[in-house]
C-alpha cells in the first residue's frame, strides 16, 4: 500500500485518487427497501435522514437541519459503508481471498468493527490495531465479531514504530497472506461515499443541499460526499469539524493549540490522509471535547438520537455554520456512530464530571460531599524517576503498600503513574518485557485531582464510582510542577468520611 500523502503531495496524484467519476461504481435503489436481505452486509446504507426540531430552534437557527443517522447502519457507524466497499474490491481484484487472507486494519474502531463485521460474514481472519485511548466497548464489540485485538499507546505519532498505523503495517508483512486494506490510502472509502451516502442524501432531499456538514477522520466521508453533492449542487457548501489537537484543517493557523490528546473519537489525525481532499472543502471549524460531547448528550436528550462524541462535534459544528443560511435554506449534518461504543464514556454522569465537561452532582444530604480535600486524608504514595526500569517500579510498588506508584520527571513533577494492573495489561497486549523502558508501563491518563484547585470529597466518590484509585496532586503556582501528594481509594475515602462525622458530631 502506498505511504501517506503529504499536503505538497503532487498535483496528478490528488487529481489521479479523486478521479472518482471514472471509477468503478455501486449504487444501490433508494426508492425502495428489499423485504428479505441476503446477509447482514447487503443492509449496509440507506440510512435515514432525519428533520431536527429541538436543537436547532433553541440554537436560533433559521434553516433546517437533517441528520444523516449513520448511527444507524448494521455496524453502528458510517465505517460500515467503506469497510465492505474495501472488501468487495480487494476480493473482484484477486487481493483477498476467503478462507485463506488474514485482514489486517489499523483503526479507532468504527473501521474494524466494519471490517469484523464483513470478515464474519465472508470468512476472512481479522486482526485490528487500535490505540489504548478507543473504549472497552469497542473492543468487545471486535472480540464479539471473532477479530483478534492489539492495542497501541495513545500518545505515539503516526510515523512511530509502536503506533497503531506502523504497528499495523508491520503485522501485514510479517503475517502469511495477510492483507492491509488501508482505509487511508484506500480509493474505495471516498468511493463508497461518493455512490452511496451522497447519493442518499440528494435523493432525500431533490438534489437541493445548501450545506453539509461532517467531522474529518480519515476523510473519506467528507471528500467523497462533497465532491458528489457539489458535481449535483454546485450552491453547496461542504464543511469539516476537526478537533482542536488535528492537523486537518485549513488554513494552518486554525490549528494552533495546546491542546495534545482529545477525548473525541475517531476525527482528527496527525497526518494528512490520502484519502483527504482539502480541495472540496469550503469551511473548516475547529472544535473542542466540552462543547462536542454535551451537543452528542443533547442529540440523545432533545433529539432522541442515539449517537457517539463525533456526532456532537459535527452537531456542534453544523449550528456554528447554519447560523450564516436563511430560513428555507437546507443544512445536513452526518451523525457517524452510535451510543454502544462509549458507554462507560461520556454517556456516563461520573466520566464527565471528572473531566469537568458538567457540573458535579449536589448531594444536600451528605454533609461530607462537599467537603474540600485536605493533605491528611490520603494514603501517601512514592514516586519513581521516569527512566528507572520497570522491574524498580514493580518493587517499589510492593514496598509500599500503595496500589500506585507516581511516575515524575526530572524536575519531580507528576507525568504517569504505575500500576501492576497496567503493567500486566502491557505486557500482554503490547507483547511486552519488563526489560523495556518504564514509558511503555507509565500511565499517562489516570484519574487524579489537584488539590490547588480545591476537590470536594464528592468529586473523588464519583471518580471512585469508575476509577479503582484517584491520585492526589498539589500544583506550584509559579512553576506549574504537579507534585505527587498520595492517593485515595474507596478505603480512604470512606476513613475520612468517617473522621469528618466524628468531628462534625463533636465526638
Known amino acids: 500500500m502506498s505511504n501517506h500523502v503529504e499536503e505538497n503531495s503532487t498535483e496528478n496524484v490528488v487529481r489521479k485518487f479523486f478521479n472518482l467519476k471514472e471509477m468503478p461504481h455501486i449504487v444501490k435503489p433508494l426508492d425502495r427497501n428489499q423485504k428479505i436481505h441476503p ?34 447502519n448494521p455496524g453502528g457507524s458510517v465505517k460500515d459503508r467503506i469497510a465492505y466497499r474495501m472488501v468487495l474490491d480487494a476480493e473482484e481484484k484477486g487481493i483477498l481471498k476467503p478462507g485463506k487472507s488474514v485482514i489486517v486494519e489499523p483503526t479507532s474502531g468504527n473501521t474494524g468493527i466494519g471490517l469484523a463485521l464483513a470478515s464474519a460474514v465472508r470468512g476472512y481472519r481479522c486482526i485490528i490495531v487500535l490505540p489504548e485511548k478507543m473504549s472497552d466497548e469497542k473492543v468487545n464489540t471486535l472480540i464479539a465479531l471473532g477479530a483478534e485485538i492489539i492495542r497501541t499507546p495513545t500518545e505515539a505519532a503516526w510515523n512511530d514504530p509502536t503506533s497503531n498505523l506502523m504497528v499495523a503495517h508491520r503485522l501485514s508483512k510479517e503475517i502469511p497472506d495477510a492483507v492491509l486494506l488501508d482505509q487511508y490510502n484506500n480509493p474505495c472509502n471516498p468511493l463508497a461515499h461518493y455512490d452511496g451516502t451522497a447519493e442518499e442524501i440528494l435523493w432525500s432531499l431533490d438534489d437541493d443541499v445548501d450545506m453539509v456538514v461532517m467531522g474529518a477522520g480519515t476523510s473519506g466521508t467528507v471528500s467523497g460526499v462533497g465532491h458528489k453533492i457539489k458535481e449535483r449542487c454546485p450552491k453547496c457548501i461542504v464543511v469539516g469539524v476537526d478537533p482542536y489537537g488535528s492537523i486537518l484543517a485549513q488554513p494552518e493557523d486554525l490549528n494552533k493549540t495546546d491542546v495534545q490528546i482529545y477525548e473525541v473519537e475517531g476525527i482528527g489525525y496527525d497526518f494528512l490522509p490520502a484519502s483527504l481532499d482539502r480541495g472540496v472543502i469550503d469551511k473548516w471549524i475547529k472544535s473542542e471535547d466540552h462543547a462536542s460531547l454535551e451537543m452528542a448528550r443533547r442529540l440523545i436528550k432533545d433529539e432522541g438520537l442515539l449517537c457517539g462524541g463525533s456526532s456532537g ?38 466520566w464527565m464530571e471528572a473531566r469537568n465537561f458538567q457540573p458535579l452532582v449536589v448531594k444536600e444530604h451528605l454533609p461530607w ?15 519513581v524517576s521516569h527512566d528507572s526500569s520497570p522491574s524498580h517500579a514493580l518493587a517499589t510498588l510492593k514496598e509500599s503498600g500503595a496500589p500506585v506508584l507516581s511516575v515524575v520527571n526530572d524536575k519531580g513533577s507528576v507525568i504517569g503513574v504505575f500500576t501492576a494492573d497496567n503493567a500486566r495489561k502491557r505486557l500482554v497486549n503490547l507483547s511486552g518485557s519488563l526489560a523495556e523502558s518504564l514509558e511503555k508501563f ?9 488539590l490547588t484547585l480545591k476537590p470536594t470529597l464528592g468529586l473523588v466518590s464519583r471518580m471512585l464510582d469508575i476509577a479503582p484509585h484517584v491520585v492526589v496532586v498539589k500544583t506550584d503556582a509559579s512553576t506549574h510542577i504537579e507534585t505527587p501528594v498520595g492517593v485515595f481509594t474507596s478505603e480512604n475515602l470512606l476513613t475520612s468520611i468517617s473522621t469528618e462525622s466524628k468531628i462534625m458530631n463533636g465526638s
Open 39 to 72: 446477509h447482514i452486509l447487503n443492509a449496509i446504507g440507506n440510512t435515514p435522514l432525519v428533520k431536527l426540531s429541538k436543537i436547532p430552534k433553541d440554537e436560533g437557527i433559521k434553516c433546517d437541519m437533517y441528520a444523516k443517522c449513520e448511527f444507524l
Open 313 to 350: 462535534s459535527a452537531m456542534w459544528g453544523a449550528i456554528q455554520a447554519a447560523r450564516s443560511l436563511k430560513e428555507g435554506q437546507k443544512c445536513v449534518v452526518l451523525l457517524p456512530d452510535n451510543i454502544r461504543n462509549y458507554m462507560t464514556k461520556f454517556i456516563s454522569d461520573q
Open 442 to 450: 507509565t500511565v499517562k491518563k489516570f484519574y487524579k485531582v489537584d
Open 369 to 383: 460531599w462537599s467537603k474540600p480535600v485536605t493533605e491528611n486524608m490520603v494514603q501517601s504514595i512514592k514516586s
